[in-house]
């Protein structure tokens, strides 16, 4: 044992297959390749783990059950998470996963139900049967080009995951792959997705943006069973609806698919669907709604996990002010979806949203004497990402802004 400042004691592991059950601060050896099957498991006050490069292997229920584990970041030269390495983590809340990170085996982080948000990378090829099971407080989940199978139950009970995009190397949803995640709203799948299986999307109750392209060859038994949304939208047909969802909506379409496009690809797309209705003599009408789910293509591309911030803000510029603060058919506003969109680059498309709103007012009405103490307000938005926070604060500027409409037509 070494000894901390504080005189907290440091145990020092060398790849031995069992430790003392009392550890709460372990500094791994540079020595160690893989942390072996089961070496810490039950070590319940373990508080903190430092991994060095140079280890390769984290082993099977190495950290099960080691419930005051709260963060942990592993090194760049770790690549397999084995099965169940972190199941029953209470309280872990952060994960760093590094690249080169190739499997998160089964059960991996299963039950960890204070971890908040996960960021897998790109080097990551597999995530295992019920890997992320009844993470309960997971709000968000970042998943890369380069994933290539996703198990079955992976993210099954997820109760706070909101968004998800699958990347265009899956190409199958797996059996209960994301079941019982109650708050997800929007669903992002690719148009080369080939099947999803039974009970993927099962009690999802609050699914509303999801699509299914022509690719999709196999729909398992329930695989939107227990979607009220969806049933309430398109009843006994929510297959067909999903898969005609789009038609003849070019931009609807487009801002669903957007996070797979590179982004001179998308603005020539969407610049090429502008022309289109340029040339047929019609109005493009931004504040249309698709068939079925009630929302404009704004409000689809607000709940994009990827949401690609020049094509947004391209988008979001030629709205006029009354299109970004009406409601849709769910008496949602774009500000709304995007404050309960956990992304950073949601964060700053509610800020762009919002000075549009603000600018555009400013110059319509003749307000350029209050400029200053309305773009004050605007850039005192809370840094945090409390969603009802956010959206209060968005109500307070809009507020000021009518009241000093009114002093000025007074």
């Avoid at 372990?26 to 508080?47: G, M, T």
């Avoid at 709203?185 to 999307?201: G, P, Y």
């Avoid at 607000?302 to 911030?309: D, E, L, Y």
Wanted: charged share 25%; hydrophobic share 40%.
């Amino acid at each position: 044992m070494e000894e901390t400042k504080e005189t907290e004691q440091i145990y020092v592991y060398h790849g031995e297959a069992c430790v003392p059950a009392d550890v709460t601060h372990v500094q791994v050896h540079p020595s160690v390749v893989e942390i072996v099957a089961k070496a810490f498991r039950n070590c319940k006050y373990l508080r903190e783990i430092y991994f060095p490069e140079g280890v390769k292997i984290i082993g099977l229920g190495a950290f099960e059950s080691c419930i005051s584990l709260q963060t942990v970041q592993l090194s760049s030269t770790i690549t397999e998470i084995r099965d169940q390495a972190f199941l029953k983590c209470f309280a872990l809340q952060f994960v760093g996963f590094s690249e080169n990170l190739v499997l998160i085996g089964d059960e991996a982080f299963a039950l960890c139900e204070s971890l908040k948000s996960v960021d897998i990378p790109s080097t990551t090829e597999t995530i295992g049967d019920n890997a992320f099971m009844s993470c309960e407080d997971l709000v968000s989940v970042g998943l890369r080009e380069g994933l290539k199978r996703i198990g079955e139950d992976a993210f099954c009970g997820c109760m706070s995951l909101r968004n998800i995009r699958v990347p265009s190397t899956v190409d199958e949803i797996r059996d209960g792959c994301f079941s019982a995640c109650q708050s997800l709203i929007s669903v992002e799948l690719h148009w080369r997705m080939r099947k999803i299986h039974d009970h993927a999307f099962d009690g999802c109750s609050k699914l509303k943006n999801v699509a299914l392209a022509s690719s999709v060859e196999e729909i398992g038994k329930d695989a939107f069973a227990n979607c009220k949304l969806l049933q309430s939208q398109y009843g006994e047909s929510i297959i067909e609806g999903l898969a005609s969802r789009f038609e003849s909506k070019p931009i609807h379409e487009l801002c669903y698919y957007q996070s797979y496009f590179p982004t001179q690809d998308l603005m020539e797309a969407l610049k090429t669907a502008f022309a289109s209705f340029d040339r047929d003599g019609q109005q493009l009408d931004l504040s249309s709604t698709d068939n079925g789910t009630g929302m404009t293509p704004l409000a689809i591309l607000s709940m994009s996990t990827f949401p690609n911030f020049s094509f947004a803000k391209g988008l979001i510029s030629v709205h006029t002010v009354e299109q970004l603060t009406a409601k849709d058919e769910t008496e949602h506003t774009i500000a709304d979806y995007l404050c309960t969109n956990d992304t950073p680059t949601s964060k700053k498309l509610v800020i762009f949203t919002v000075e549009q709103i603000v600018k555009k007012r400013v110059n319509a009405l003749c307000l350029d004497r209050w400029k200053k103490q309305i773009r004050d307000a605007l850039y005192k938005l809370p840094s945090g990402w409390n969603p009802d926070v956010r959206q209060k604060h968005i109500n307070e500027i809009y507020t000021l802004l009518n009241d000093r409409e009114l002093l000025e037509s007074v």
